[in-house]
């Protein structure tokens, strides 16, 4: 069989499936649905619905004790499947996500933010998105310019409240002010006067270190975005050390994490952070080195 063949049998089938009274076509044997039209040309967010509640499975064999386990949780659960496949709507939502993700990762935090919320701005050694990515040592250090501006703001300081955008820029906007407000207010509770707070660019968690050498503050709080997944984009964590300084080890730190809408909402996790930040001046440790009665 030759080209024009070939050509003439598709030519001809063409024809015969647009016949006038030919059956309606079939997907993988499948019923055939037409797309539904869209009114007024505007299609549905599919990141606003709310995955505890998404529940696509059919005829489930107890669909109602499924469905209040997904309420406990916003993990894919429960997405139902077209033959071996995700469904069309679990699909387009987990690309929604995943882009959202990528989106707050490579996205800078606004350049007035600092500016509109108090904050001083300061920067790490890192010059560009690229680098910080992909130097996290650059992240945690600063040169002499910024080394000054820090040492002037938080002169005779005991306790520090940083806030520093990390791997996302959506969780710093959405929830590093209303915590930081939170946290000031529970600490003036206790007694506990902050002063001004710095903003850092580029920031990794052992930037919290170096600023403890040049400071010798007591304690250092900081708030910073965490690496987004399929869940949120928004994360942010209180990352605080007592007596910090670079190479102290990890362990030495205590973690306030999932702090997003989500999950442990701002204003909730400041006043949490507060009562922790005065146990650990009280007891004078951070980490695996704070009691566990100071973590209830």
Same mark, same amino acid.
């Given at each position: ?12 089938m063409? @024809? ?13 044997? #499948? ?13 549905p967010?599919?990141?606003?619905? /709310? ?10 064999h ?14 894919r ?14 699909f ?19 350049e007035d ?7 001083i701005? !300061?920067?790490?050694?890192?010059? #560009? ?10 992240? @945690?250090?600063?040169d ?6 820090i040492?002037?703001v ?5 306790v520090?409240?940083?806030i520093? /955008?990390? %791997? #996302? ?13 939170a946290?000031?207010?529970?600490l ?5 006067e %902050?002063? @001004? ?15 403890g ?5 007591e ?22 050390t007592?007596?910090p300084y ?9 973690? !306030? ?6 999950? %442990? ?20 440790? #951070?980490?695996?080195?704070l ?6």
């Amino acid at each position: 069989m030759n080209k024009e063949e070939l050509k003439t049998i598709v030519a001809q089938m063409l @024809r015969e499936m647009h016949t006038d009274g030919a059956p309606e076509p079939q997907v993988k044997s #499948s019923e055939y649905k037409p797309t539904q039209p869209v009114s007024e040309g505007i299609l549905p967010d599919i990141t606003a619905v /709310d995955l505890r509640q998404q529940y696509l499975v059919e005829q489930p064999h107890n669909g109602a004790a499924f469905q209040a386990l997904k309420a406990k949780t916003p993990a894919r659960l429960g997405v139902g499947r077209a033959g071996p496949r995700y469904k069309t709507a679990t699909f387009l939502r987990f690309r929604a996500d995943h882009a959202a993700a990528q989106d707050s990762v490579f996205s800078d935090v606004p350049e007035d933010y600092a500016k509109a919320h108090g904050f001083i701005p !300061v920067q790490t050694m890192c010059t #560009s998105k690229d680098e910080y990515l992909t130097r996290p040592d650059l992240g @945690r250090r600063f040169d002499e310019a910024n080394q000054r501006v820090i040492k002037e703001v938080c002169a005779n300081q005991r306790v520090l409240l940083l806030i520093g /955008d990390g %791997l #996302s820029s959506e969780a710093i906007t959405a929830n590093a002010a209303p915590c930081a407000e939170a946290i000031r207010r529970g600490l003036k509770n206790y007694g506990i006067e %902050l002063g @001004r707070s710095l903003y850092i660019k580029y920031c990794r968690v052992g930037a919290s270190d170096h600023i403890g050498d040049l400071t010798g503050c007591e304690l250092v709080c900081l708030l910073v975005g965490e690496r987004p997944g399929l869940v949120t984009n928004g994360s942010m964590s209180a990352y605080i050390t007592y007596k910090p300084y670079r190479g102290i080890p990890e362990s030495k730190r205590t973690v !306030v994490s999932n702090i997003h809408s989500q999950g %442990l909402p701002a204003q909730e996790a400041g006043i949490k952070i507060a009562a922790l930040i005065d146990r650990m001046l009280k007891q004078k440790a #951070s980490g695996l080195d704070l009691s566990r009665e100071a973590l209830t």
